[in-house]
């Protein structure tokens, strides 16, 4: 077992992990030992082959990680990058009422604004150019406008997009502005030391307890040894996710923690649904996501981005099985795509624990009779947008048969209902997984204090979207890099 | 391989009645598939095929495989729909993997006039260790 000695150990290679490597640079150039771990393997550009079979391998458990009542599944992304080299790129800042209602002392939208702004700088986050906008966006523009909804352009962290699509395989060209192409080789220029492969089990005041693992084929080899490794450290960053770090934090058994460790737990509830078109649309091609309508997120705490999944995603999402699946499957081409999601509340009941002896994290999470309510009207509102746009068929779990016919269209909120959303029947997904770590000033009701510093050891901090004290509303990529920003300020405060 | 002889004679009979266009290469699919989730996850899978394969014995007595597609499919449909949570549980989500090992290869890209990958690019078949089932506790 080896025990080299850093200043720095961050857990994990995300939106949190990669953000605080970077600002770690101009010290690392003069002198400051940084270690980056990241239990998943180093994969470049290179690896992604766009094929849904092959990319299951970049995500935990397949990217079908369920919760035990099999309500969601979550996504994540188990690579050097985190998430962020499988994420479609929207890059959302945090909404200013949001950022007012969380009411952490210190974060402020005065004290966020600049923050944002550096940061879209840094990864080029802009509204597309006309000939990125695929036909699925155009139609769904077209569509909610009919609707009488608004239609607001997102913004998407790239630079150079070549419209290769597949984003949530990795990007292909390189073009996606991830923490794998930006800000973790720009601290390794720094001299940042990057351990891929390197699970980490437990940490406590002054050391982590890892092990590397084997490098799957086609990654980039170990520079370690396999097996158990123990690093010292004087401060210690876990920016592991949402799912990852109050689960590492409860297997540390760690003294006098919070009795909120893993609570509060939110994940943005979601459901993909589509509709035919007489025309093919082929939502594969060029990049999947332009536009958003939030129009029901006061009144019913659900948001509608376009969206596009490949052959074997689609199949799943689409209600059926046998002839009558095979007929609707056979429509692909011609299918759009909406993602519909759901800003769920922050409960006491939610949570992420630690798996005994393994330290697995276990998602206790309670899909709530509020989500259903908003995931059917989401399933709703995405139907008129649907048929607004001229398709003939929708496919929403929630109606009967999973489908709407266009001569149906008239009869929506009758068709779509809450008693038709079947539990263990519909399985709605997350790729945005929060709190657990929340931040706020009093050791009992949070975990750490609004600079991510744990309570109760100060040598250990948390960055990533673990600190969110309820939901985000939006995406909540840009908001875990802000964050993970002020938690390098204080952290470089405390090293010099 | 992850499926058993019977698990594999009852996984076909099911995915001749959910991808009745799937062929031979698809179980094939399914079982890396499986075999690369969690161990807690392929139990729970193999617990749910076990019951699923005799329970029909206790109305038709058959069990699944030797039943007719249409009461195969029956069957699957009470499944689907049914009060038991855990039945609906299972079904769906091994319905998922058949979706997903048929969609997923490029078997059944010519029949949607999929192109598929944009990219020519080798298949990625070596799967990542899951930290948690090969280590020993923390």
């Known amino acids: 077992m080896s025990s080299p000695e850093y200043d720095v150990v961050i857990v994990g290679s995300g939106a949190g992990g990669g953000t605080i490597a970077k600002r770690l640079a101009p010290l690392i150039e003069k002198g400051l030992r940084v270690a980056l771990l990241e239990s998943g393997p180093r994969y470049d550009r290179t690896y992604f082959n766009q094929r ?128 794998l192409e930006v800000q973790i080789p720009s601290a390794e220029e720094a001299g940042l030391e990057v351990i891929h492969n390197c699970h980490v089990r437990r940490v406590e005041d002054g050391r982590v307890h890892a092990e590397v693992l084997r490098a799957p084929e086609g990654s980039t080899p170990n520079e370690r040894p396999e097996g158990k490794i123990s690093l010292s450290a004087r401060f210690i960053v876990v920016s592991a996710g949402a799912c990852s770090t109050p689960a590492l934090l409860a297997a540390s058994q760690l003294p006098n ?203 250990l901090r948390v960055a990533d979207a673990s600190l969110f004290p309820k939901s985000s509303h939006v995406n909540p990529y840009l908001t875990v890099m802000a964050l993970s920003d002020r938690v390098a300020d204080r952290l470089i405060d405390d090293l010099a | 391989m992850s499926f058993s002889e019977r698990q594999t004679h009852f996984f076909r009979a099911f995915l001749e009645v959910v991808v009745p266009e799937a062929n031979e290469d698809v179980v094939g699919v399914a079982d890396r598939m499986v075999s690369s989730k969690p161990a807690a996850i392929q139990k729970k899978m193999r617990l749910f095929m076990f019951v699923a394969n005799i329970l029909p014995f206790f109305r038709f007595f058959r069990t699944f495989p030797s039943l007719s597609v249409q009461k195969r499919e029956r069957f699957l449909r009470w499944l689907a729909t049914g009060p038991v949570g855990l039945f609906r549980l299972g079904f769906w989500g091994l319905r998922s993997v058949a979706l997903l090992a048929f969609y997923g290869d490029e078997g059944s890209w010519k029949g949607l006039e999929y192109g598929g990958p944009i990219v020519d690019r080798p298949r990625r078949l070596d799967l990542p260790v899951d930290p948690y089932d090969t280590l020993g506790d923390a």
Request: charged letters at 20%.
């Open chain 1, 52 to 179: 849904e079979a092959d990319m299951q391998s970049l995500f935990w458990e397949g990217g079908a990680w369920l919760n035990p009542e099999g309500t969601l599944q979550m996504v994540a992304g188990r690579m050097l990058g985190g998430s962020t080299p499988v994420y479609t790129g929207v890059t959302f800042k945090l909404p200013d009422d949001v950022c007012r209602e969380w009411n952490v002392p210190t974060l402020t939208v005065e004290d966020l604004a600049p923050r944002f702004s550096r940061l879209k700088e840094e990864v080029g986050a802009a509204e597309l150019p006309p000939e990125r906008i695929n036909k699925n966006n155009e139609l769904f523009a077209a569509g909610a406008e009919a609707c009488g909804m608004k239609t607001i352009k997102l913004e998407i962290n790239v630079r150079g997009c070549k419209g290769y699509g597949f984003c949530n395989l990795g990007c292909a060209s390189g073009a996606k502005q991830s923490t």
């Open chain 1, 257 to 459: 923690m919070s009795p909120t460790l893993g609570r509060f737990f939110t994940v943005h509830p979601s459901l993909t649904v589509n509709g035919t078109h007489p025309e093919i649309v082929d939502s594969h091609l060029n990049f999947p996501k332009a536009y958003y309508v939030d129009d029901f997120s006061k009144s019913h705490d659900v948001y509608l981005e376009t969206a596009f999944y490949y052959p074997g995603v689609t199949a799943k999402n689409i209600d059926g099985f046998g002839v009558e699946h095979l007929r609707r499957m056979k429509k692909y081409r011609h299918m759009m795509a909406i993602i519909l999601l759901n800003h769920d509340a922050a409960t006491y009941e939610n949570r992420v624990a630690a798996e005994p002896g393994t330290g697995r994290p276990v998602l206790e999470y309670q899909l709530s009779e509020a989500s259903i309510r908003s995931l059917v009207q989401g399933q709703r509102e995405a139907a008129r947008v649907f048929f607004a746009a001229g398709c003939t068929e929708v496919y929403v779990p929630s109606a009967p048969d999973g489908m709407i016919t266009r001569d149906q269209k008239d009869d929506i909120d009758q068709l779509v209902t809450v008693e038709r959303y079947q539990k263990g029947r519909i399985i709605s997904s997350s790729a945005h997984p929060q709190g657990g770590c929340r931040m706020g000033t009093d050791a009992s009701d949070s975990v750490c204090d609004p600079y991510g510093v744990v309570h109760g050891q100060p040598w």
